[in-house]
């Protein structure tokens, strides 16, 4: 049973360059969110997305977008990237929008740097 | 901003003892969970507890959830050196989509 998968797992960039991570969830979950950890910090929500559309949003600017496909796997695109992205981005999956068990499952995360 | 704060910020003990974390946040919530994470990698699912829930056991593992005071604690006994990670609580409040709010984690280390 394949569990949540990232890629790539490490990213350098340059400040203003783009970049687009990826995400697949643990088989037979169908909701993505992300989240953002810089270091020594506890993750902070980006956003999260249910049946191809981003259902909520954490306090992060519109240069972070995201998509999902039809398979729910999701990428996180960043735009004009800044030295403070520079982070570990963590993809969780879980089923349903809410589901009774509530508990979200954390993929290894894609590290990033920007210079 | 986050919602959790862990106390302490970092906890050192021997191979054998156990371990005693704490949560507090400020709003009401549906549940609140606790991650573990080694090394900056991924974070592991530990345990769930709801918020008409006050104790909760996995092997060595016991959370307790205090509504009226707003906290919880993780206990884990008999630690093991492979215990020495990052543990996080998390917090779910949202009406809607779940959205988690993490505190910034209590490190453990524990000497053998």
């Known amino acids: 049973d394949a569990g949540v998968t990232q890629s790539p797992t490490h990213l350098i960039k340059t400040r203003g360059q783009q970049v687009t991570l990826r995400c697949s969830p643990k088989?037979?979950?169908?909701?993505v969110s992300w989240y953002q950890q810089a270091l020594g910090q506890g993750p902070q929500f980006i956003f999260q997305y249910y049946e191809e559309e981003e259902r909520q949003r954490g306090n992060f600017p519109d240069r972070f977008s995201g998509h999902q496909f039809p398979n729910y796997s999701s990428e996180l695109n960043v735009n004009a990237l800044l030295l403070g992205d520079s982070a570990l981005y963590l993809c969780?999956?879980?089923?349903?929008?809410?589901?009774?068990?509530?508990?979200?499952?954390f993929g290894p995360g894609t590290r990033l740097t920007v210079l | 901003s986050q919602q959790g704060e862990e106390d302490p910020q970092a906890l050192s003990i021997q191979e054998g003892e156990n371990a005693t974390m704490n949560c507090s946040y400020k709003?009401?919530?549906?549940?609140l969970q606790w991650y573990r994470q080694n090394s900056g990698r991924g974070l592991v699912h530990l345990i769930l507890?709801?918020?008409?829930?006050r104790e909760k056991h996995s092997g060595r593992l016991r959370v307790t959830l205090d509504t009226s005071k707003k906290s919880s604690s993780l206990l884990i006994t008999a630690s093991r050196a492979a215990d020495t990670a990052s543990y996080f609580c998390?917090?779910?409040?949202?009406?809607?989509?779940?959205?988690?709010?993490f505190g910034q984690g209590t490190r453990l280390t524990i000497n053998p």
């Open positions: 998390a917090t779910d409040a949202s009406r809607g989509a779940q959205k988690l709010v």
């Open positions: 088989s037979g979950h169908d909701t």
């Open positions: 969780a999956s879980s089923k349903g929008l809410r589901n009774a068990a509530d508990t979200q499952y």
């Open positions: 709003t009401s919530i549906n549940n």
């Open positions: 507890i709801r918020s008409n829930e």
